[in-house]
């Protein structure tokens, strides 16, 4: 799973085969519940946080380079990332990218 330290702007993190909402499973006595489903079929880059703001899906193997490091916006963590394969810029929840990439290039800040 990716470290909030290391998503400073200029790294580049690329989508697992796996995609993943990262929301935790609710435990409940011996009974396991979770009312999302864990595998995804992209990761999907919206254009804001809003519902309905549109955007794009990505798939495994395509990379992000980080713009602006996770934090809460309108209540929800998300991570602004750039698609490098088409330049489009967008937000991500930060429990999915967190779940779903894997770090290939640290910038580290001067």
Same mark, same amino acid.
């Given at each position: 799973?990716?470290?909030?330290?290391?998503?400073?702007?200029?790294?580049?993190?690329?989508?697992?085969?796996?995609?993943?909402?990262?929301?935790?499973?609710?435990?409940?006595?011996?009974?396991?519940?979770?009312?999302?489903?864990?595998?995804?079929?992209?990761?999907?880059?919206?254009?804001?946080?809003?519902?309905?703001?549109?955007?794009?899906?990505?798939?495994?193997?395509?990379?992000?380079?980080?713009?602006?490091?996770?934090?809460?916006?309108?209540?929800? %963590?998300?991570?602004?990332?750039?698609?490098?394969? %088409?330049?489009?810029?967008?937000?991500?929840?930060?429990?999915?990218?967190?779940?779903?990439?894997?770090?290939?290039?640290?910038?580290?800040? %001067?």
């Amino acid at each position: 799973m990716l470290k909030k330290a290391d998503m400073q702007p200029g790294s580049v993190v690329e989508v697992l085969p796996v995609i993943k909402s990262g929301i935790p499973k609710a435990m409940f006595g011996d009974k396991l519940f979770s009312k999302v489903d864990d595998v995804l079929e992209h990761l999907s880059v919206r254009r804001s946080l809003e519902i309905g703001s549109g955007g794009w899906k990505v798939s495994s193997g395509e990379k992000l380079e980080i713009v602006e490091p996770p934090k809460r916006r309108q209540g929800i %963590n998300g991570i602004k990332v750039k698609i490098l394969s %088409n330049g489009e810029t967008g937000m991500v929840y930060w429990c999915e990218l967190r779940a779903s990439c894997k770090l290939v290039e640290t910038k580290t800040e %001067n």
